[in-house]
């Protein structure tokens, strides 16, 4: 799935004081909500996202819940002091279409008596195919949602087995015709790669499955293995193998090929867009720009500072019931760490950094190893490059902290 989403796992052993500054002071109002929808019916092999698997969505409760964080917002007793004007709002998790049609209809109806947004908005839902249906589509659609990011992930049934998600590949194309038939256009397909090769899959059908379908926007996420995971508990026994890095590297080379061929724009490492169809939600986390986000595990950004509310479900609707704020901590970002991110987020995308004389002569061999380029005058990694991005940004911080 896309962006947005929060790891279970984040600043677990933080033992700095509960928002020891108080909720975040905006100075530029943030354009940007993310809400952490956290239900899923079970746990995917490879998922340590923060989540809660539920039989039945306590749709109520929930909705109760995030009420009581707008309101707590609202008297700036809580994470955002201010009533949001919003350019986009993205609902993720977890698995937001479990909510149903309605219970997403209440979501962001609950949402809009606290923050206002346009038609020309993006409003996005992630969802998994087995929940649209051509009734939550219509429904979703009637509710202002503009764009649905969905989790296909494969078409190969003994991968979605492997992975134990809980739709089959037939449900892919007919999530695509609901959502369609819908009125919803923009439409976001992901898939993962980089599978053990033990696992029946073939990547090239995939990659022209999901061409056939002609979604506006395509993400591509390699397989990693997090401990805590079914997949981690398999890889300790030694039940799956490692991945080798020539898979990676050939998955995500074809990848970039086969769609480039097909009109996306590779624009950032694990995103490809049709002209006009770049994610605007995801996009402002690579800008840098303030968002707010609210629900379990959700963390917001206010240019300088960071900050997140706890991650268990109950735990998280417990406070709001007693009237507390959910933050569980935050972090203060120095000089030091908005440069460095600048630099991450920068050779991520397509947008690229601009940079100093010396820096530019510091990349002079990334470029003979055709790594990177300079398009006008900022420096862009290349599918080679982004094979070795941590590396490279860590390499630049260090470079420019010389
Ligand atoms: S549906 Fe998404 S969030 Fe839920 S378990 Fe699977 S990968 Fe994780």
Known sequence: MEGGKQRSDRHASDASPVNPLGPLTFCVPPRHLYVHVPFCARRCSYCDFSIAVRREVPVADYIDGIRRELEMCALGQANVAMRLELDTLYLGG?????????????????????????????????????????????????????????????????????????????????????????????????????????????????????????????????????????????????????????????????????????????????????????????????QHVPYAAIGPAAHRFDGERRSWNVGPYAEWLHKLRLGVDPTESDELLTPADVESERTYIGLRTLDGLVLTEELRLHTTRWREEGWATIVDGRLRLTPLGWLRLDALAVDLTHAGSR
């Open 94 to 286: 977890g698995t937001p279409s479990r909510l149903g049609g309605a219970g997403v209809a209440d979501l962001i109806s609950t949402i809009r008596s606290h923050a206002t947004w346009s038609d020309a908005a993006e409003v996005t839902i992630e969802a998994n195919p087995d929940d649209v249906t051509a009734e939550s589509a219509r429904a979703w659609r009637g509710a202002g949602v503009n764009r649905v990011s969905l989790g296909a992930q494969t078409f190969s049934p003994p991968a979605l087995a492997w992975m134990h998600r809980t739709h089959d590949a037939e449900q892919i194309g007919a999530a695509v015709t609901h959502l369609r038939e819908a009125g919803i256009a923009q439409l976001s397909l992901d898939l993962i790669f980089a599978l053990p090769p033990e696992v029946e899959r073939d990547w090239r059908d995939d990659l022209a499955r999901v061409l056939a379908l002609r979604p506006d926007h395509i993400s591509l996420y390699g397989l990693t293995v997090e401990p805590r995971t079914p997949l981690g508990h398999w890889r300790e026994r030694g039940e799956v193998s490692e991945t080798p890095d020539t898979r990676y590297e050939s998955d995500f080379l074809l990848a970039h090929d086969t769609l480039g061929a097909a009109g996306y724009e590779h624009y950032e490492v694990s995103n490809y867009a049709l002209p006009g169809a770049r994610a605007r939600h995801n996009s402002s986390y690579w």
